[in-house]
C-alpha cells in the first residue's frame, strides 16, 4: 500500500509540473516565428524613384526620327512609310520592333533608351537595326541605328553588368556558310555603345 501511494504522489507532481510548464511553452513557441514582412515595407528600387531616372515612354520613341543608313527615318506611332527608290511601287516600311531596355547612355543623369528597329523593303528580307534614344529636357534624340541581320531571330536586350553605359543585343543567326532559308541557330550577342555623338559597336579586344 506504501508503494502505491508513493506513485500515486508521484504521478500528481508530474501531473502538476508539466501544467505548469505548459503555457510558458506555448508562450515560447510564438515569440519564435518568423515575423511576415508586408509588401509596403520591402525595399524598393531606390533609381528608379528618382525623377532624373524616370524611363523613356515607348510612346516617345514610336514618334522618334532615326538615322538608317544614312537616311532620316520618322515614325509615326512606331510605323513608317516612304518609296524604297523614286517611282517605286514598292514601299520599304519600318517599324519600332522594341525589346527596349532603360540606360543612361551619356551619363547626363538622364534615362535614354535602347531599342530594335525592323525593315522592310518589298523584297523577302526583313532587317533588323539597333536604335537609341536620348532623354533631355525637351524631349527625345533619335541616333543613327546600326544593322544586325537579315531574318534573323531577336532575344533580349540588356545592360552591360560590366559597364552601366553599355547595352548588349542578344540574337540567334545563321552559320557563315548557310542559306537564308535555314533556320537560325547561332547565339550571337554585340556590345554597343554611345559615343561622339553616334551609337556605335563595342568591338572584343584582340
Known amino acids: 500500500m506504501k508503494i502505491l501511494k508513493i506513485v500515486v504522489v508521484l504521478a500528481a507532481i508530474m501531473v502538476a509540473m508539466l501544467t505548469a510548464c505548459s503555457p510558458r511553452l506555448a508562450e515560447e513557441g510564438t515569440t519564435s516565428e518568423v515575423p511576415v514582412i508586408s509588401p509596403e515595407v520591402l525595399p524598393t528600387n531606390e533609381l528608379t524613384q528618382q525623377p532624373g531616372y524616370e524611363p523613356v515612354p515607348e510612346e516617345s520613341l514610336k514618334n522618334g526620327t532615326y538615322v538608317i ?45 535602347a531599342f530594335l ?65 535555314a533556320q537560325p541557330s547561332v547565339d550571337v550577342s554585340r556590345v554597343f555603345k554611345f559615343e561622339n555623338g553616334s551609337l556605335v559597336e563595342v568591338l572584343p579586344v584582340p
Request: proline content about 5%; glycine content about 10%; cysteine-free.
Open 69 to 113: 543608313d544614312g537616311q532620316p527615318v520618322h515614325l509615326v506611332d512606331g510605323t513608317a512609310e516612304t518609296e524604297a527608290a523614286p517611282g517605286s511601287a514598292s514601299m520599304q516600311v519600318t517599324r519600332y520592333f522594341g525589346y527596349t531596355v532603360n540606360i543612361d547612355l551619356n551619363a547626363d543623369g538622364l534615362m535614354d533608351a
Open 117 to 181: 528597329l525592323q525593315q522592310e523593303t518589298g523584297g523577302s528580307g526583313e532587317f533588323y537595326y539597333v536604335a537609341a534614344a536620348l532623354q533631355n529636357e525637351g524631349g527625345i534624340l533619335g541616333t543613327n541605328a546600326i544593322f544586325l541581320g537579315d531574318r534573323i531571330s531577336p532575344q533580349s536586350i540588356t545592360a552591360d553588368l560590366h559597364d552601366p553605359a553599355h547595352f548588349i543585343v542578344n540574337y540567334v543567326d545563321r552559320k557563315p556558310a548557310e542559306p537564308m532559308s
